[in-house]
Structure formats: C-alpha cells, structure tokens
C-alpha cells in the first residue's frame, strides 16, 4: 500500500513537471501562484503553523492582519519559487543570468578569496536552489552543497540531476564528516541550509528569533576546524519576477580552547544572520516549517552524535 501511495505521488509531481515544464514561465508562474493561494486557504494545519510561527517570531511588533496576509503570502511565494526550479530544468546559464541581480558580492568574493574555502549560509528563504546554480555555471564557483534524501529515491535523483545539470557537486545529509572537511581544505564552496529542526543530524540549541531552536552543528564544527569564513546569503523574489541575490558581510567561527562554547557562537552568529535575511521580506521564509518543533530539554547528546566530527 505504501508503494502504491508513493508511485501516485511520484507520477502526479512527474505530471506537474511535464506541465510547468511546457508553460511560457509568466503563465507557470501565475498558475503557481493560485495553487499557493488555494493551498493557504485549504491547509488550515499548515497555514496555523506559519501565523504561529510569524508570531513567536515577531510578537507584539505585528498585527494579526499583517501576521495573517505574510502567511498566506508564504504559500504563494513557495510555489512560484517551485514553478521556476522545474522551469530551470529547460534553462542554461545565459537564463540564470538574465534573470538574477547581485547585492553585496563583493563579501562573498572577499571571503572567496582566502582560499580556506567557503561555507554558504542559507535557509529556505527565497529561491535556494536557483541561488545554488548560479553560483555553480555563471558565477563558475566549485561548489558542494549538503541536500537532505527525499523519501522516494525517483524524486530524489530528480533534484539531484538538475542540480548537476548546473555544475555543482550534491552531497547527501548523512555524508561522512571527512568528505565535508575535503570540500572546504580543497577551497570549494560548501552550500548549507541551516535553517531546519531535524532530528536527523546533531545540534546545538541556539537562539533564533530570540527563541531556542535545535541548529545543526555538523557546518560550524568542520569550519571551525579549516577556518573557513561563513558568508551569509538569500536570493529573493523581486516585484518584476526578477531576482536578487543578497549577500551579507562575512564572519569567521570563533576558535578559542573551549570547543562547545565556539560552536554554539557560531551557531548564533549564523541565526542571527539568518534572521537578518529573513527580515528583509518575510513572506519569502517557509514559515510552514516548525522551526521551535525540540526543546532544550530534549536536546540530544552533542557530544556523542558529533564525536566523529570532534575528533578530528
């Protein structure tokens, strides 16, 4: 049963593609965009998780009006976001050119230049993937970036070869820590998102909107190690359909005798980098995500599950 369940689900997402696919984009996007629409009003679960999200976020400083038009926005914004990754699948680097401005990359190029390599900071801000092949075939950055499995391998392998199709090299989540150390001694670029609670992967808690949130540790910890400067950075969706990829200044991970205490700064240092982005157009965030899921009670042993990283 559950086979069959994924093989619907596989074959209706191929025929979305194959439909998106054909549109001129204006049209996908448009068709996108009432999809989001129709979704916000439908998923009453997950529409609830984003105002409560927008409001442990920004608490008194918003009203529930302006709390409720974001949410409902974050729809929409995901799925024009999605429409253009399946249109990218028929674009080459002339296109993401064509298509995409830059603020502030004379941080990343400075950061770049070091030659201790690079972390990317992100989160699902925006369009993340687009950013990622940019990066890879116009701005021709060697470039890794850390995606998580989907469920169903036929989808994965879908992500997965339009994201080399744009040159850049994709690395599971459950890559050994070794294999990340590489990218960064080799001066490579090394994409992150770090924006999700996931049970899957060792953190530390670290405030996030003032609010304790369960933060992947795996990035700052290998960082740590190379002295890799964290650029962070989002590519967002402009009014014209246009976009923007913005890029704050650079920050080194501290690196002092006490191992966790560094971590959990840099930890810091990239939410609040996160947050900075998020700020700058907080409709384009997926505040669907339950982003404070963990409590600090229940946080793993950091130790343990980060033990083949520290040892190093």
Same mark, same amino acid.
């Given at each position: 049963m559950k086979n069959l369940k994924n093989d619907i689900i596989y074959y209706l997402i191929k025929?979305?593609?194959?439909?998106?696919?054909?549109?001129?984009?204006?049209?996908?996007?448009?068709?996108?965009?009432?999809?989001?629409?129709?979704?916000?009003?439908?998923?009453?679960?997950?529409?609830?998780?984003?105002?409560?999200?927008l409001k442990r976020a920004y608490k008194d400083n918003w009203s529930d009006l302006k709390v409720k038009l974001v949410a409902r926005e974050c729809f929409s914004m995901i799925a024009r976001n999605t429409s253009d990754v399946i249109q990218s699948r028929k674009w080459n680097p002339d296109d993401l050119q064509s298509l995409i401005d830059t603020e502030?990359?004379?941080?990343?190029?400075?950061a770049f230049d070091r030659g201790k390599g690079v972390i990317g900071l992100t989160g699902h801000i925006g369009n993340f993937e687009l950013m990622a092949a940019w990066f890879a075939s116009v701005k &021709?950055?060697?470039?890794?970036?850390? !995606?998580?499995? #989907?469920?169903?391998?036929? /989808?994965?392998? @879908? +992500?997965?070869?339009?994201?080399?199709?744009?040159?850049?090299e994709n690395l599971p989540s459950d890559v050994s820590a070794k294999r990340i150390l590489s990218v960064l001694n080799d001066g490579r670029?090394?994409?992150?998102?770090?924006?999700?609670?996931?049970?899957?992967?060792?953190?530390?808690?670290?405030?996030?909107?003032g609010i304790p949130a369960n933060t992947a540790a795996g990035p700052v910890v290998i960082g740590r190690k190379t002295g890799s400067p964290v650029v962070?950075?989002?590519?967002?969706?402009?009014?014209?359909?246009?976009?923007?990829i913005?890029?704050?200044?650079?920050?080194?991970?501290?690196?002092?005798?006490? &191992?966790?205490?560094?971590?959990?700064? !840099?930890?810091? #240092?990239?939410?609040?980098? /996160?947050?900075? @982005? +998020?700020?700058?157009?907080?409709?384009?965030?997926?505040?669907?995500?339950?982003?404070?899921?963990?409590?600090?009670?229940?946080?793993?042993?950091?130790?343990?599950?980060l033990e083949e990283v520290l040892s190093q």
């Open positions: 025929a979305l593609i194959y439909l998106f696919e054909s549109l001129p984009r204006s049209i996908a996007l448009k068709l996108a965009g009432s999809i989001g629409e129709a979704a916000a009003l439908l998923d009453l679960s997950e529409r609830r998780l984003a105002e409560n999200n502030g990359m004379e941080c990343f190029d400075e &021709k950055i060697p470039l890794s970036v850390v !995606g998580r499995k #989907l469920y169903d391998h036929r /989808l994965d392998s @879908l +992500i997965v070869e339009n994201r080399e199709r744009f040159g850049l670029m090394l994409g992150v998102l770090l924006d999700l609670d996931s049970d899957k992967v060792a953190g530390y808690f670290a405030p996030f909107f962070p950075m989002a590519m967002f969706r402009k009014a014209d359909d246009r976009y923007m913005k890029v704050l200044p650079s920050f080194d991970i501290p690196s002092s005798d006490n &191992k966790d205490m560094d971590i959990l700064e !840099g930890l810091t #240092l990239c939410n609040r980098s /996160l947050e900075e @982005l +998020i700020d700058h157009d907080p409709t384009q965030w997926m505040w669907i995500h339950d982003r404070w899921k963990r409590k600090p009670k229940t946080s793993p042993d950091v130790k343990d599950s």
